[in-house]
């Protein structure tokens, strides 16, 4: 089967700048998942969506991030306007429901 | 918040020895999970443990988890350089299926 497809694999903005990510889960995914990834560290929840519903938000910075995932399907991830610390890598997953999760190859993003 | 904590945070071996990596974490979980990161990639999922098991294996990968002192330990036996990679632990806890990961495990795999 196809895995998780994301764009751009890499994305160098001036601050202020708006971006967004887009994100085609496996077919037959109900869960879809947003995470950042800074240097070093594990994924961090951004956001998590059950269909068309985020059910887990909490940890998005809802000032200047915003997700929507029209249909039930594909999800874009949108940072409006971008600071530096926004600099990360943004991954993209998916699942039938509990346990493995598939992730994309992520979005390097670079704020200069 | 990171929930779990790998340890070591990195790891050289030669080819052939095996490795070993432990996480330990802080709340109860449904499951425990392993993931790899190579360089530049995406997660692959390894392998998951259930709360109600204690030991599991895939491959050259062996898995235990210990639910009373809320660790848990990934074994990759006769190790080989495309086992070079992050390696990371996640749990699974509560009724939203949240995954939280730790900051992984660093193996460099020498050949």
């Known amino acids: 089967e196809a895995g998780v497809v994301q764009s751009p694999r890499y994305k160098i903005i001036e601050k202020k700048q708006p971006v967004a990510f887009w994100c085609n889960p496996i077919?037959?995914?109900?869960?879809l998942y947003w995470y950042l990834q800074n240097l070093g560290q594990g994924p961090e929840l951004l956001i998590r969506?059950?269909?068309?519903?985020?059910?887990?938000d909490s940890q998005l910075p809802k000032d200047r991030f915003s997700a929507e995932r029209l249909k039930g399907v594909d999800s874009t991830l949108k940072i409006q306007p971008a600071e530096l610390g926004d600099s990360a890598v943004y991954l993209c997953a998916s699942s039938r429901l509990e346990g493995e999760q598939f992730f994309g190859p992520g979005t390097r993003l670079t704020v200069l | 918040s990171q929930q779990g904590e790998e340890d070591p945070q990195a790891l050289s071996i030669q080819e052939g020895e095996n490795a070993t990596m432990n996480c330990s974490y802080k709340t109860s979980i449904n499951n425990l999970q392993w993931y790899r990161q190579n360089s530049g990639r995406g997660l692959v999922h390894l392998i998951l443990?259930?709360?109600?098991?204690r030991e599991k294996h895939s491959g050259r990968l062996r898995v235990t988890l210990d639910t009373s002192k809320k660790s848990s330990s990934l074994l990759i036996t006769a190790s080989r350089a495309a086992d070079t990679a992050s390696y990371f632990c996640?749990?699974?806890?509560?009724?939203?299926?949240?995954?939280?990961f730790g900051k992984g495990t660093l193996l460099t795999v020498n050949p």
């Open positions: 077919s037959g995914h109900n869960t």
């Open positions: 443990i259930r709360s109600n098991e």
């Open positions: 996640a749990t699974e806890g509560g009724s939203n299926y949240k995954l939280t």
């Open positions: 969506y059950e269909n068309e519903e985020a059910v887990d």
